[in-house]
């Protein structure tokens, strides 16, 4: 058990320019100008906290001055005292947090969570905190992740912003630290090593080296944390402005070889002649291209959690498959099959949603197919047969086969890119003589049964799949050449 260690350095003064603008960005937010008379009517303090603040400080250059996002809030007020303040205003309550002082509302449409200042201990062994109610704002902000967010602007009419440990400072500074030490904090909640990650993605911030060194030290500790948490935090770093950088990271400290082993196996020794890419590097550099492409697409609206799982582990496969051919060569044959497999099981491990593990391992089996495309040698059947395959994934599909040219070789670039120009064009082309993303038989399942003089069963099912593979090596038909076509399969059969 342990309680977090006092400031380790005195923070500046707060400047009154910083205090303006906090004190109008919170007073352009009705709710918590209204929520602040009222607790404080009531005799209690309450303060906007944590991530709502620093996000706060972040916007105050941009065009929007309220605080994004839900609203999280701390208070001297218990929590059956807040529900009582809540009560008759707001237009809904929660209390399934109520166990760790926290009551969460939805008022005029906002969402805040108001929780009562704490002052916890840990048991480190099963990282559940022994609840204990503080009296004392900043022994609140000690147990809070990282200076940053440990943060708070009071909700009274003076709006004083408190901020103990330097977060402002290492905000501006672009520094990640802890308000205490990092190998306390660390173990008093591991998930907070992922933070840390995924604060380099979300926020451009770099954490500084006492904080590297516990996260190296101590990522093992990773192991006591929930599947399901782990995913969140990861996909949240995936979807944030630099994921590369903070990928790099949670490799080097090793919480990958806890979380995500397979990407810490793609830093493969590279062969003395150099035959095989840095497969590691290649993959972040397939990342950082693919989301090039994503945020230049206007169809995508947001972070494509989808096509960067793929990007960052479309390669998973090869150090299972690597082997050394004659001349000094390296080969991966099949890896997009092995890669396939491993990215399912990984996946799934981390409690993923089906739909994503299967969308993820569908465009990892897909990757390789286009370099069989040559210089244009696919029939129109081929071209069917990849925009069949790929179905409604084929728009990440083109992103994730063009990311993965890292070629340094510009002729070599231009080539591959003029080619996969070629195969767009062929499947627009024949998008606009036929249905590419329906391709169904030419005849439906009663036509079959009626034209075989057959019931419903398993040779209804044959016949569909062969008028299929018709159909995608011929493309449409007449429905009488179909018929003949199915007539003459049905006779071979016999």
């Not at 559940?128 to 704002?137: D, F, H, I, K």
């Not at 998008?431 to 049964?449: F, S, T």
């Not at 419903?456 to 593979?469: N, S």
Request: aromatic share 6%.
């Amino acid at each position: 058990m342990s309680a977090q260690p006092p400031p380790r350095r005195p923070s500046e003064p707060v400047p009154p320019a910083v205090q303006e603008t906090v004190r109008a960005l919170v007073d352009v937010e009705p709710v918590l100008v209204e929520l602040g008379r009222r607790f404080v009517a009531a005799g209690f303090e309450v303060h906007l906290v944590g991530g709502s603040v620093r996000d706060a400080l972040l916007a105050a250059g941009s065009s929007s001055a309220a605080p994004p996002g839900d609203l999280d809030l701390t208070t001297s007020a218990h929590p059956e005292q807040t529900l009582q303040l809540l009560r008759g205003w707001a237009g809904s309550t929660w209390n399934a947090g109520i166990a760790f002082g926290t009551v969460g509302a939805e008022i005029r449409g906002q969402r805040v969570e108001i929780t009562t200042f704490r002052a916890d201990r840990y048991d480190r062994e099963s990282r559940n905190p022994e609840v204990a109610w503080g009296t004392s704002l900043v022994d609140d902000l000690a147990r809070r992740d990282f200076t940053v967010n440990a943060m708070a602007v009071s909700l009274g009419s003076d709006r004083t912003v408190t901020d103990p440990f330097g977060g402002l400072g290492d905000l501006l500074a672009g520094r990640l630290r802890t308000p205490g030490a990092a190998a306390d904090s660390f173990a008093d909640d591991p998930l907070r090593m992922l933070r840390a990650v995924r604060f380099v993605a979300q926020l451009g911030l770099t954490p500084d080296d006492e904080v590297v060194r516990a996260m190296t030290d101590m990522h093992q500790e990773l192991g006591r944390i929930t599947a399901e948490r782990v995913q969140h935090e990861l996909s949240r770093t995936l979807r944030g402005d630099a994921p590369a950088a903070a990928l790099d990271l949670l490799v080097s400290t090793g919480l990958a070889d806890v979380v995500l082993p397979e990407l810490s196996a793609l830093r493969m020794e590279i062969d003395e002649h150099h035959q095989h890419k840095d497969v590691y590097a290649h993959s972040l550099t397939v990342l950082d291209q693919a989301i090039a492409l994503e945020k230049a697409d206007p169809a995508v609206e947001g972070p494509d959690l989808v096509l960067r799982l793929a990007a960052l582990l479309h390669d998973i496969g090869k150090p299972a498959t690597r082997r050394h051919e004659a001349g000094g060569r390296v080969s991966f044959h099949h890896h997009e099959v092995v890669g396939a497999k491993l990215v399912r099981k990984r996946l799934l491990a981390l409690k993923y949603p089906k739909d994503v593990v299967e969308a993820v391992s569908r465009l990892t089996f897909l990757h390789l197919r286009f370099h069989g495309y040559g210089r244009g040698e696919w029939t129109d059947s081929a071209v069917r047969r990849y925009v069949t395959d790929a179905g409604d994934l084929l728009p990440r599909l083109h992103k994730l086969v063009r990311s993965d040219c890292t070629t340094r070789n510009r002729r070599r670039a231009a080539a591959l890119s003029a080619t996969y120009d070629s195969l767009e064009a062929r499947i627009a082309e024949l998008a606009e003589q036929e249905d590419l993303a329906r391709v169904r038989p030419d005849l439906d399942g009663n036509r079959i049964m009626e034209l075989l003089g057959i019931q419903p069963g398993p040779d209804v099912g044959q016949a569909w799949r062969f008028l299929k593979e018709l159909r995608l090596e011929r493309g449409p038909l007449d429905p009488a050449d179909a018929e003949a076509e199915l007539l003459s399969w049905w006779r071979s059969r016999s």
